[in-house]
């Protein structure tokens, strides 16, 4: 249900959606999955909304600092995890956005070669 609000917040507002776009490298694809957030001394359990082989949109109600480092466990639909690291680049924690999911996006980094195929093949 709520991949469909953040769809239609896009919908309705098509600017924010290519300025989000131009700032990327790889265009991200709808995609709910569950996800291990793994950040200094905290873990938390959160959902993707969109993922691409750079990056992905994690929604959590309590988003992290733009700049903060974390460790990802993007679980795969056959119940693997893909592990990454990565960086939060933007977050959605006061609404700034204008769209119901609280979130941030994460930038992917450090990709080891076996992880990126995994994130290739979710993808497909």
Partial sequence: MFIISYQNYF???PEKRSAMNEKRKEERILKQT???VHYGDGMTF???IDISS???FISTPEPLTTGEKI???IQTSDGNFIKVDGIVRWNNCEGEYNYDRLGMGVEFIAIPPDE???INALLN
Avoid: C, P, Q, V
Wanted: proline share 0%.
């Fill in 116 to 118: 990126l195929k995994k």
């Fill in 34 to 36: 569950k996800a291990e």
């Fill in 11 to 13: 919908l309705r507002h």
């Fill in 54 to 56: 750079a990056g992905i």
């Fill in 71 to 73: 460790k990802l466990a």
């Fill in 46 to 48: 959160s959902t993707s």
